[in-house]
């Protein structure tokens, strides 16, 4: 991400036990196309939308271990902080501030009304 305009939604995602299922339909709903990837603990594959420059959502393979969900992501400068100012809110942690071996940290959220979210930030450059 070279132009990181923090707070906005900048990703969005869909976990499913059913990948090749919800692959064919977006792709044909609204012409996304995948990269899918092989091997490792994480199924996860990058989407693309039409027009787009670089994949702006993914679809995580559950394999039955969590229930499907559809989610967007808002890009921010501290996951911890966000996530501290959102429980000071009435929000809850649904899954706690992680950091992938690539470096990108994320939490997953619950809204004070309830709406699951999540947040990230990128590697550092």
């Not at 692959?23 to 044909?28: D, M, Q, S, V």
């Not at 990837?37 to 027009?51: A, I, N």
């Amino acid at each position: 991400m070279t132009d990181i305009a923090y707070n906005s939604v900048a990703w969005f995602e869909i976990g499913t036990g059913k990948a090749d299922e919800t692959r064919r339909f977006y792709g044909e709903l609204f012409d996304w196309t995948f990269n899918i990837t092989e091997g490792g603990t994480l199924k996860y594959d990058e989407v693309t939308t039409p027009g787009a420059d670089r994949p702006s959502g993914g679809i995580m393979e559950s394999d039955g271990h969590f229930p499907d969900y559809a989610i967007f992501y808002v890009v921010v400068r501290d996951v911890t902080e966000t996530v501290s100012q959102a429980e000071a809110l009435g929000g809850k942690v649904i899954v706690p501030a992680t950091t992938t071996e690539a470096g990108l940290t994320f939490a997953q959220l619950q809204d004070s009304a309830g709406h699951h979210f999540g947040v990230f930030s990128p590697p550092a450059p």
